[in-house]
């Protein structure tokens, strides 16, 4: 498995017996940082059969279109189909122009029950799980050789006590079973499950600053208010507001996982 680095979205690549497999893109607008980071890895395009999205966010769907037209196909989950365009009016409002729909007529739509016989097609061994709690149409896949966990966006493993009785919860105790070692998130750094992973980091002055904002933004004030009242960078600002709006009850750590702060 490789890992590309090119936005704020970790995208990775399995290389199979019989072709590879994407999980994840970037924002639109990304598609020429996609390519470079395949060249820094050695990777081509067409060592792309099928791409999957763990969910239509447009963070994690923004260039799948464009990836698709240079011949890979987009595979969507049977749990997915209703959401493949549920972001696509986020890039129309904001007048995104290098955004691109995807093609319905040329994915492949695969049952949840046929994931393994459809990864065993490309010679991966694992499945694709239905991982609700992020979003309805999130997925995760489960890699058997060496035990591996990719999880889009699903909640880090250290929030799960704050989520109990939720479908994230449900969904990681489902995953926990598995004995997965290690685990990659969308915008988290990896986590290894040789400690005491639902242990969250130790909070810094920027978690502080991260909570200041978000009661700022719960009280309707502007980013440009909140840069008077905290003296925070205005890009931090519109980042934290960013991911405190569209992932729902994420933690301050989360938000910095999110925004890849943390040891920066």
Not at 111 to 127: A, Y
Request: glycine content about 8%.
């Amino acid at each position: 498995m490789t890992e590309l680095k090119y936005s704020n979205t970790n995208t990775y690549f399995i290389r199979g017996k019989k072709g590879g497999l994407l999980f994840d893109t970037g924002w639109a607008g990304t598609f020429e940082k996609f390519l470079k980071a395949l060249g820094e890895n050695h990777l081509a395009l067409q060592d792309i059969r099928f791409l999957v999205i763990s969910h239509f966010h447009p963070d994690h769907m923004g260039i799948a279109q464009q990836i698709a037209e240079k011949g890979a196909v987009i595979a969507v989950m049977d749990v997915q189909t209703e959401f493949i365009h549920i972001s696509d009016h986020i890039f129309e409002k904001e007048n995104n122009r290098d955004f691109i729909p995807i093609d319905d007529g040329k994915i492949r739509i695969v049952p949840m029950g046929n994931s393994r016989r459809f990864l065993k097609e490309l010679g991966i061994s694992g499945e694709i799980i239905h991982t609700a709690g992020h979003s309805d149409d999130s997925v995760s896949l489960w890699l058997d050789k060496g035990k591996i966990l990719l999880v889009g966006d699903l909640n880090p493993l250290y929030e799960l006590e704050a989520h109990k009785g939720t479908e994230i919860y449900e969904s990681w105790e489902k995953l926990l079973k598995l004995n997965p070692r290690k685990v990659y998130y969308g915008h988290a750094k990896a986590a290894e499950l040789d400690g005491d992973i639902r242990e969250a980091p130790e909070t810094t002055d920027v978690h502080a600053l991260v909570k200041r904002i978000t009661k700022l933004i719960d009280r309707g004030c502007s980013a440009e208010v909140i840069q008077e009242k905290t003296g925070a960078d205005i890009t931090f600002i519109k980042d934290v507001s960013r991911m405190y709006l569209t992932h729902r009850g994420v933690s301050v750590q989360g938000i910095l996982d999110r925004i890849e702060i943390k040891g920066k």
